[in-house]
């Protein structure tokens, strides 16, 4: 599928400017548009980038008429074909989030037409999946290097919008093109093939470890939570995958419920928003190797040590979280997530406020988190506003056991 004309298509940024106002695109999605590598390809937004698994994570905006009819949009659509037939990392579909675009767009390769042709298709929705599901496996251009085992419907009813007419389509698709449809739609929620893989049977070592251990998957049980693993990927303090065999978030059941009472409240409070996890039941040679780094960067005082029990994540009763908009963008909380800094601490946020390093929202946003984690029956530690208890440190130390 090389080869089919992207260069006769292709415009300069200012042109496609010129040629649609200011269009409905923001001015960065329409630079990321813009960009010309070789050949047209786009760079892939992955999971191991914190800034890109945010966008990946948020819940892509629709796409107007004024947006469908623009030049940008045509130069998207060839600029992303380009991208998933790209010979040194192939693909069979393809959303405009992977591409750093957060609209609703996927391209399909139709294996059920003649010459297995890629089609786009803007807006979809899928509004039947048959109760007849299969698994198979799956992988994706945005979670290089693992593949895991999907349980995908049969049969599903796709509705979108017409790129002429503008009037809604529907169209029934079977077997693996319908897979494929199901991968790429819900990309455009936010949502990735590693958040549905089949319970246990694509477990790594240390996931069923976890579970013989009685912890509970969290996204599984709680499935409106979203989850961001940071230390299975580079971003993070530490600047290297820790997570090596741990791709899901796990805690003990008890976590699970006051998350699943949390995110209820926060429903309540505000309509769209959700909780994120960041981190949840760690094993203790990772924080071994964690504390190791922060006697290196004289920041022990943030890391718990590990001759002494280490903290309540080696005990999965501990929960690092955020609130996230409609979207999935986190709200400004003042720091990033593994911020090792006075400007993290909730013991002096009025101090902070009145010295200017942190604002009046991002207080507010810190105060809703908390109000919302502690009523629903976690506890807070000073040193960081993400962090939630399941019980106190001596608890868990008498009566739970190590995450080893």
Request: aromatic residues 8%.
């Amino acid at each position: 599928m090389k080869g089919i004309g992207l260069h006769a298509l292709w415009l300069p940024v200012a042109m496609l400017a010129t040629a649609c106002g200011n269009g409905a695109f923001t001015a960065e999605e329409r630079t990321r548009i813009g960009q010309s590598p070789d050949e047209g390809i786009m760079r892939l937004w992955t999971i191991d980038d914190r800034s890109d698994s945010l966008l990946l994570r948020r819940k892509a905006a629709p796409l107007d008429r004024k947006t469908i009819a623009s030049a940008e949009f045509a130069v998207l659509k060839e600029r992303m074909l380009a991208t998933v037939n790209d010979t040194t990392n192939q693909g069979v579909g393809i959303a405009a989030p992977q591409v750093g675009i957060s609209r609703r767009l996927i391209a399909v390769q139709r294996f059920d037409k003649q010459g297995f042709p890629f089609e786009f298709y803007a807006n979809p929705e899928i509004v039947y999946a048959s109760a007849s599901r299969h698994p198979g496996r799956e992988g994706c251009l945005s979670i290089p290097g693992r593949s895991g085992t999907v349980l995908r419907s049969d049969t599903i009813v796709l509705r979108y919008t017409d790129e002429t007419s503008f009037d809604l389509r529907a169209d029934t698709v079977t077997g693996f093109t319908a897979v494929i449809f199901q991968h790429e739609t819900d990309h455009l929620d936010g949502v990735l093939y590693i958040d549905k893989l089949a319970p246990e049977n694509d477990d790594t070592p240390t996931e069923r470890k976890m579970r013989e251990r009685g912890l509970v998957n969290l996204a599984e049980a709680v499935p409106s939570l979203r989850v961001n693993l940071v230390y299975a990927t580079p971003d993070n303090f530490m600047g290297v995958v820790l997570y090596e065999d741990l791709h899901k978030a796990f805690a003990l059941p008890a976590v699970a419920s006051n998350l699943r009472e949390a995110q209820r409240k926060l429903a309540e409070r505000v309509p769209g928003a959700g909780l994120l996890v960041y981190d949840a039941a760690r094993p203790f040679p990772i924080q071994k190797r964690m504390w190791e780094k922060a006697v290196a960067l004289d920041k022990t005082y943030y890391v718990a040590d590990p001759a002494k029990g280490g903290g309540l994540h080696n005990y999965g009763a501990a929960v690092d979280v955020t609130i996230v908009d409609s979207l999935g963008r986190p709200l400004p909380m003042g720091t990033p997530f593994d911020f090792f800094g006075e400007e993290a601490h909730t013991d002096r946020e009025e101090e902070l406020l009145a010295r200017g390093r942190i604002t009046r929202e991002e207080l507010a946003n810190r105060k809703l988190l908390r109000e919302i984690m502690t009523g629903s029956g976690f506890l807070t530690v000073k040193s960081e506003w993400w962090h939630f208890n399941l019980v106190r440190r001596e608890e868990a130390r008498e009566t739970l056991k190590l995450i080893e």
